[in-house]
């Protein structure tokens, strides 16, 4: 009895440590999440589709985990799951490094770059001169459907002494271009954002090379806009139909480095009317500001050139507001889940929604199915459901003063606890036990989200669980939290429970989540 009893132990150690040596081996490598095959990545550039293939650019360190020598990475998908590594897109070289930008299809070929017959894909981006810190934009083209860019002869469009009186740093903090054509005034549109100075410029040109500068827009422009949200980049600027009314507004996208809901930087969005070269902003409800209100959502933008038939307008942003800290080793930085973004006039205010792209339902196995089940306090639920990539969907009525709490990546004192109080139509991530938390001040905590419910409707919670993240979507999609996490390869399991008052359940769906 005792030599079996030693010989079962010693399989389920075996088998343990096999399961611990390999997420150590993959090194917390997200499994339907986008990650640089090695090395640094930050936020995404350029997103474009090109025919039936999406491209994403973003900046890379090729060459070392950490911050610099950034170059543009490049990888394209047939359905923004699987995801192919290509070269470096858009280099660093003669001592100048790609900073952040866009791409936009030259369909009339304004640029001169192409022909009637092949019209380019053109690229704007900073460039970077570490040796003395200036900024300045630049132009690359792409003759081949995206495959190969290159840099327009001598480069340069916007040099750094033309954006001087418009750059109290003397254009050494101009970066991040979103260019775009504005068909009503016949011209390309960039929007510039100014580092630390809470500011854009807006500037016009009529082949994409030689620039004018239009106008600024300030913090101090926009009615109600917080003076504590503060180090504007990262812009993007697009049109959006509202939802509920016949009308459509202009959006302005931008990533402050202070200022967020959970700390540090994040992701806001304005609306307001656009003539080509003026943006006039409505005025700012602090609580349809901002598009995320976890801490790993920074430096978003959305692709262009889906076609109409489509119809959606597709957000991405990097996964990390921490720099070189969090823990992985071989790789560092991972694309959101792609979201479709829209605008839904709900009561007297407008709110973004957001809900993950319908293709992940194509790679989700089902694990569990409930239907109309309640549950009391001290009930649990899931409590023998176990994974580390998931699709968790829950539809539910709470009693007054109840709160729903869904425990994942559970296992001994380690949790992350999504949690939905009905009192305060709050939604919320709770990160103090979520495992590795060391490595940053800010890596712990609880993120919160107010949803836009009354007391008796419906509530929708969705949970993406991948190794080493969680993206929640609330209510309609206005309230979302993304967070890194980082537990044990053991910590697996799930748990359901409804606090203060019985939970009624519509419907729970967990889907185990596999790009194989």
């Known amino acids: 009895m005792n030599i079996l009893k030693i010989t079962v132990t010693l399989r389920a150690l075996s088998v343990a440590w096999a399961l611990v040596s390999q997420v150590v081996a993959d090194d917390f490598r997200p499994a339907f999440h986008f990650a640089p095959d090695k090395n640094w990545m930050n936020e995404p550039n350029g997103l474009i589709k090109i025919g039936l293939t999406w491209h994403l650019f973003y900046q890379h360190n090729p060459t070392a985990n950490v911050w610099g020598n950034i170059n543009w990475g490049h990888a394209t998908s047939s359905d923004q799951l699987h995801w192919a590594y290509l070269p470096v897109a858009i280099e660093n070289e003669n001592g100048i490094e790609a900073f952040t930008g866009t791409s936009y299809y030259d369909a009339n070929n304004t640029s001169g770059l192409g022909t009637s017959d092949n019209p380019p894909y053109l690229v704007w981006f900073t460039g970077y001169f570490p040796s003395n810190g200036t900024q300045d934009q630049r132009l690359a083209f792409s003759l081949d459907l995206g495959t190969t860019y290159?840099?327009?002869?001598?480069?340069?469009?916007?040099?750094?002494?033309?954006?001087?009186?418009?750059?109290?740093?003397?254009?050494?903090?101009?970066?991040?271009?979103?260019v775009f054509f504005h068909s009503p005034s016949g011209k390309w549109?960039?929007?510039?954002?100014?580092?630390?100075?809470?500011?854009?410029?807006?500037?016009?040109?009529?082949?994409?090379?030689?620039?004018?500068?239009?106008?600024?827009?300030?913090?101090?422009?926009?009615?109600?806009?917080?003076?504590?949200?503060?180090?504007?980049?990262?812009?993007?600027?697009?049109?959006?139909?509202?939802?509920?009314?016949?009308?459509?507004?202009?959006?302005?996208?931008?990533?402050?480095?202070?200022?967020?809901?959970?700390?540090?930087?994040?992701?806001?969005?304005?609306?307001?009317?656009?003539?080509?070269?003026?943006?006039?902003?409505?005025?700012?409800?602090?609580?349809?500001?901002?598009?995320?209100?976890?801490?790993?959502?920074?430096?978003?933008?959305?692709?262009?050139?889906?076609?109409?038939?489509?119809?959606?307008?597709?957000?991405?942003?990097?996964?990390?507001?921490?720099?070189?800290?969090?823990?992985?080793?071989?790789?560092?930085?991972?694309?959101?889940?792609?979201?479709?973004?829209?605008?839904?006039?709900?009561?007297?205010?407008?709110?973004?929604?957001?809900?993950?792209?319908?293709?992940?339902?194509?790679?989700?196995?089902?694990?569990?199915?409930?239907?109309?089940?309640?549950?009391?306090?001290?009930?649990?639920?899931?409590?023998?459901?176990?994974?580390?990539?998931?699709?968790?969907?829950?539809?539910?009525?709470?009693?007054?003063?109840?709160?729903?709490?869904?425990?994942?990546?559970?296992?001994?004192?380690?949790?992350?606890?999504?949690?939905?109080?009905?009192?305060?139509?709050?939604?919320?991530?709770d990160r103090r036990a979520s495992g590795d938390n060391t490595y940053?001040?800010?890596?712990?905590?609880?993120?919160?989200?107010?949803?836009?419910?009354?007391?008796t409707e419906l509530v929708n919670i969705r949970v993406l669980v991948d190794t080493c993240s969680v993206e929640v979507f609330g209510g309609q999609g206005e309230g979302v939290i993304s967070d890194l996490i980082f537990p044990s390869s053991t910590s697996n399991g799930l748990l359901l429970e409804a606090i203060g008052g019985k939970a009624t359940l519509q419907s729970v769906e967990v889907y185990s989540v596999s790009l194989d």
């Open 189 to 429: 549109v960039m929007v510039l954002a100014h580092g630390g100075q809470n500011k854009m410029t807006f500037w016009s040109s009529t082949d994409s090379k030689s620039w004018i500068w239009e106008s600024d827009l300030l913090s101090t422009q926009i009615k109600g806009f917080p003076s504590s949200i503060t180090g504007w980049e990262v812009p993007d600027m697009f049109e959006l139909p509202i939802q509920g009314t016949n009308e459509t507004t202009w959006v302005l996208m931008f990533t402050p480095a202070q200022g967020s809901p959970a700390g540090g930087n994040g992701v806001v969005a304005l609306t307001g009317s656009f003539d080509g070269k003026t943006f006039v902003a409505d005025p700012v409800d602090s609580s349809t500001l901002w598009l995320d209100y976890g801490r790993d959502f920074d430096g978003a933008l959305s692709w262009e050139n889906i076609p109409v038939s489509d119809g959606r307008r597709i957000i991405a942003a990097v996964m990390n507001s921490y720099g070189s800290d969090p823990p992985t080793n071989t790789w560092k930085g991972m694309l959101s889940f792609p979201r479709s973004l829209t605008l839904k006039q709900m009561g007297s205010k407008r709110y973004f929604l957001q809900h993950p792209i319908s293709e992940l339902w194509t790679i989700g196995n089902s694990l569990i199915s409930i239907q109309n089940r309640t549950i009391e306090p001290g009930q649990t639920l899931l409590s023998s459901t176990n994974g580390i990539s998931l699709d968790i969907r829950v539809a539910f009525l709470l009693d007054p003063g109840a709160t729903l709490s869904l425990a994942v990546r559970k296992a001994g004192s380690e949790q992350t606890i999504i949690r939905y109080s009905q009192a305060n139509s709050t939604l919320s991530v």
């Open 440 to 455: 940053d001040p800010a890596a712990g905590g609880i993120h919160n989200a107010q949803l836009v419910l009354d007391d």
């Open 150 to 178: 290159v840099k327009l002869p001598g480069n340069l469009v916007i040099a750094s002494v033309q954006e001087a009186p418009h750059d109290v740093t003397g254009g050494l903090e101009s970066r991040d271009p979103k």
